[in-house]
């Protein structure tokens, strides 16, 4: 008697075995990661995609306000970097109460002092959008000597529709000189800007001050060949970039004194932060009017010892400023000068006059500003007009 084959083998080899052809569907369902005999999975549910743009159902869906946190008042010194206490120029609030998404094309403008800006911004349905407005300022702006009124244009709209907004407002730019201090000095390291060692003006002061130096050689904190003589005989690097630094900062103050640069009180600054902004005079103005108070011959000088390669900071103390410069690369030994002794004072007495200072400020009111430091904070000289 012969007997029935309970399944039919496949022809096929795993492993080069001859594997039964229910076993192969056993072990495709298995790969299927199901146990054999068991329900098929739920298939996973396909991704929502995101909401596509279109136009609100009605108008008054949207909604915008533009505000003016500096009151319109622009101070072109601050308007680059990130100031410790400043505003952008106009702020703009979008208010998406539809329930659709929305894609809005936002412009600015200050009519003849700045470049357009623009940007596009999505807004999600019941979404509330704020965005700083700041166009980026034209060269002019940074020659403008006086407060001047101008205009601010803010436009918006939703591409592929009639929907828009478009608000003018008036708004001031200030001189490019003054300078909004903020509260309790808090934007002090920007008085950086004024100092502007590529300034035609300070090039001409430095040049000047060759010829109150021996051999002309004004070489920052390069020190000469060994084989040259030392100043005063010292031979320690140290003290005699120390010397060196002492005799060029002599030179350059000899230079300021020959012009005659005399102490003149401050320019008054007008709008609404008076009290806390002040007009600092540019070196070009200071060295070609031959008049300035101590801020603006401190940035003067600093401009000089900055163009020189060293580096130069500016000290604040309650109702008054001084220069000093550091006697070596990254030395924490400063040569402080007053320079208020102009024109009749010596350079002997700048430094009596500045320790003074030193002496009888208590530190917590004596701010020490670096511009090597504020350089690498990104705050650069003022544009050359």
């Not at 005799?247 to 230079?255: D, M, T, W």
Request: hydrophobic share 40%; proline share 10%.
């Amino acid at each position: 008697m012969s007997s029935k084959p309970l399944f039919v083998l496949d022809a096929r080899s795993v492993g080069g075995l001859l594997v039964p052809a229910v076993l192969l569907l056993g072990l495709a369902h298995a790969g299927n990661g199901r146990a054999w005999g068991a329900d098929p999975a739920p298939a996973a549910p396909a991704p929502v995609p995101p909401s596509a743009p279109s136009p609100p159902d009605s108008p008054l869906q949207v909604r915008y306000r533009l505000d003016l946190p500096g009151r319109g008042e622009i101070f072109p010194a601050l308007a680059t970097g990130v100031p410790a206490e400043y505003w952008p120029v106009a702020v703009l609030t979008i208010v998406n109460s539809s329930t659709h998404p929305l894609v809005e094309t936002v412009s600015a403008e200050i009519h003849d002092w700045s470049r357009v800006s623009a940007q596009t911004v999505y807004i999600a349905p019941n979404e509330t959008r704020t965005l700083p407005l700041s166009p980026e300022l034209l060269p002019q702006a940074f020659a403008n000597g006086e407060i001047h009124p101008a205009t601010l244009e803010v436009r918006a709209s939703i591409p592929g529709t009639a929907l828009s907004y478009d608000e003018t407002r008036p708004v001031y730019l200030h001189s490019v000189s003054d300078f909004y201090w903020g509260d309790k000095f808090s934007n002090a390291e920007y008085i950086a800007r004024w100092v502007t060692p590529h300034d035609p003006a300070v090039l001409q002061l430095v040049s000047s001050a060759r010829t109150y130096v021996r051999r002309g050689r004004l070489a920052g904190y390069e020190l000469p060949s060994k084989s040259a003589p030392a100043a005063g005989g010292l031979t320690d690097p140290g003290s005699r970039t120390a010397a060196q630094v002492q005799n060029e900062a002599r030179a350059v103050f000899a230079a300021m004194k020959h012009l005659g640069v005399s102490y003149v009180d401050s320019i008054a600054t007008y709008g609404n932060f008076a009290s806390k902004a002040e007009r600092v005079r540019l070196p070009r103005e200071t060295l070609s009017m031959n008049g300035a108070n101590c801020i603006d011959m401190s940035v003067a000088f600093a401009s000089a010892m900055e163009n020189l390669g060293m580096e130069p900071v500016i000290v604040l103390v309650p109702g008054h400023a001084f220069v000093g410069v550091r006697v070596g690369r990254h030395s924490p030994q400063i040569l402080y000068l007053d320079l208020t002794v102009l024109p009749d004072g010596t350079f002997e007495s700048a430094v009596a006059r500045a320790q003074s200072w030193l002496n009888k400020t208590p530190k917590g009111k004596l701010s020490l500003i670096d511009v090597a430091a504020a350089r690498s904070h990104q705050i650069y000289p003022m544009p050359p007009v």
